[in-house]
């Protein structure tokens, strides 16, 4: 079967990578399901931690996704884009954020989202794609202290409190959707 022009026009298989910052491990499950989708879609995909980044001269896409804690994405996916910013720029790129927040129809998309308008404020990189996901809430598997924080901020914003609440707020027909938005985003072709 021959090519379609939009097929044509990717020249050849893309190599995606996507980078993730996590900290209960949400987003690097959200990445892998992406790495699944993207793959399908015939893209070659490299997924590691922020922290073991390996050059971006190898790939034409790049995905990074970042967890918010305590109201904050890590300083090290800021840094990082510091690090890379020309090479990003040069890249095709997207961004995606996730947090108890994104769980509102009011906060959940990159628009209305307040962690992603705070990241847009602080990033000077401008990927084509951005997303907000919601989280996972598991008081179960958190430190005495973060279940003490994130129940605290649960109760101001009317979530569930008990402690043994465990909710996956993760959209992933949503997640699925981005990803293939991923896949078709055009490489700079030589």
């Known amino acids: 079967m021959p090519l379609s022009p939009k097929q044509f026009n990717r020249c050849n298989v893309s190599k995606t990578l996507i980078l993730f910052s996590t900290v209960h491990g949400q987003t690097r499950k959200i990445c892998e399901r992406m ?5 399908k879609q015939g893209d ?12 971006l001269s190898h790939y ?3 995905v990074l996704g970042a967890s918010i804690r305590h109201g904050k994405h890590n300083s090290a996916v800021y ?16 961004f995606f954020s996730v ?4 769980r509102k129809p009011a906060k959940n998309t ?3 989202n307040p962690y992603m308008q705070d990241f847009l404020g602080k990033s000077p990189w401008r990927p084509e794609l951005l997303e907000v ?3 996972n809430l598991d ?6 202290m973060d279940r003490n924080i994130i129940r605290f901020i649960m109760w101001l914003t009317k979530g569930p409190t008990d402690p043994e609440t465990k909710v996956e707020y993760t959209d992933w027909r949503k997640v699925d959707s981005f990803a293939r938005e991923v896949a078709t985003m055009e490489k700079l072709c030589p």
């Open 35 to 39: 790495a699944e989708v993207i793959r």
């Open 44 to 55: 070659d995909v490299t997924l590691v931690p922020l922290c073991e980044a390996p050059p």
């Open 60 to 62: 034409d896409k790049v």
């Open 79 to 94: 840094g990082y884009i510091e690090k890379n910013l020309e090479a990003l720029k040069s890249k095709a790129g997207a």
């Open 99 to 102: 947090s108890l927040v994104a």
């Open 110 to 112: 990159a628009a209305t």
């Open 133 to 135: 996901f919601g989280g």
């Open 139 to 144: 008081y179960r598997g958190y430190s005495a």
